[in-house]
């Protein structure tokens, strides 16, 4: 077995922070059982020197939330020449900006939803349009700060201009696509299988669905027509390719199927650094394609490199 040594970076400081823990620790002990030397690094704002001590042949990266995914701990891999896994730092940039990102995937034919970006304090009275929309942060993961305005609703969410908003300035209003979510991974150049996340209690897939024990359904593969199954696998794969994606990533979907034969099919967003537990759902998707949790993993770690 290769005794590379893997640096695996997790925990950090942004929202996700927690996820990340949980992320981290699972794949240090799935990349030991690997045959990997590993050190596990939790990341403070010293990293770079520490990592320079350390000197691993390839970093891992666990982290979610800005600075790990948003091209900023790229930027500090490329410049000490550590090959890292997943996305590079264009890439990541351009996928955490989620108004940016949409305009890249339309432009490659990916269907997306109208939607606008303003800043918080410019609501007013007056909806920015017509309900149901939804109001996101335009630089945050795990729907932190995610708000859905119901038809029928008298005025915009309050609490988007209040003191208790920490999510930045900028957000973006999204017309609100009903229906079924779905999602799909895509590793290397290929396309992992289609999942339906079914949230258990909630409204929709938000963090606690996501984390929660018994917060959402996973099923693989999602039990949906072949040509939007295929349809799904084909737009992931479009946008991850169109964003210049690299190693792993995970596209999320809406499906509508209410009020047409062919339904409505919305491309949502693109995570580069999607969660990293045995039973989260990419991990998931590898595993149905045969894949051990461990395998999967050496994967990336072989596929790493700078200038991603």
């Not at 970093?59 to 790229?74: M, R, S």
């Not at 461990?294 to 700078?306: H, K, T, Y």
Request: charge should be negative; proline fraction near 6%; aromatic fraction near 10%.
């Amino acid at each position: 077995m290769s005794q590379k040594h893997v640096a695996v970076l997790f925990g950090g400081f942004s929202s996700e922070r927690p996820v990340s823990l949980s992320s981290g620790k699972a794949c240090a002990a799935a990349l030991e059982g690997q045959g990997y030397k590993v050190s596990l690094v939790d990341v403070e704002r010293d990293i770079s020197a520490r990592l320079a001590e350390l000197a691993p042949d390839v970093v891992f990266n666990a982290l979610h939330g800005p600075f790990g995914e948003d091209g900023t701990i790229q930027g500090v891999l490329e410049y000490l020449q550590i090959p890292y896994t997943h996305s590079g730092v264009a890439a990541s940039a351009l996928a955490m900006d989620k108004a940016r990102a949409k305009l890249v995937a339309r432009d490659a034919g990916v269907p997306v939803a109208e939607s606008l970006v303003m800043n918080r304090f410019a609501f007013g009275s007056e909806h920015p349009m017509p309900a149901p929309y939804v109001v996101k942060p335009v630089r945050e993961g795990s729907s932190f700060g995610v708000v859905i305005v119901q038809e029928g609703q008298a005025h915009p969410p309050q609490v988007i201009t209040s003191s208790e908003w920490r999510y930045g300035d900028e957000v973006l209003v999204e017309r609100y696509i009903g229906g079924r979510e779905f999602t799909c991974g895509v590793m290397g150049d290929v396309a992992l299988g289609v999942t339906e996340i079914v949230p258990q209690g909630h409204s929709f897939y938000d963090y606690d669905s996501k984390y929660a024990a018994g917060g959402s359904k996973h099923v693989i593969p999602a039990e949906i027509s072949p040509n939007i199954y295929q349809k799904i696998q084909r737009l992931a794969l479009t946008a991850h390719q169109a964003i210049g994606c690299r190693g792993v990533t995970r596209s999320d979907f809406r499906y509508d199927e209410r009020f047409s034969e062919d339904g409505e099919l919305i491309w949502l967003e693109i995570n580069t650094q999607p969660g990293m537990t045995p039973t989260s759902l990419v991990p998931e998707m590898a595993g149905h394609a045969g894949y051990s949790f461990g395998e999967f993993l050496r994967w990336m770690v072989e596929d790493a490199s700078c200038l991603r």
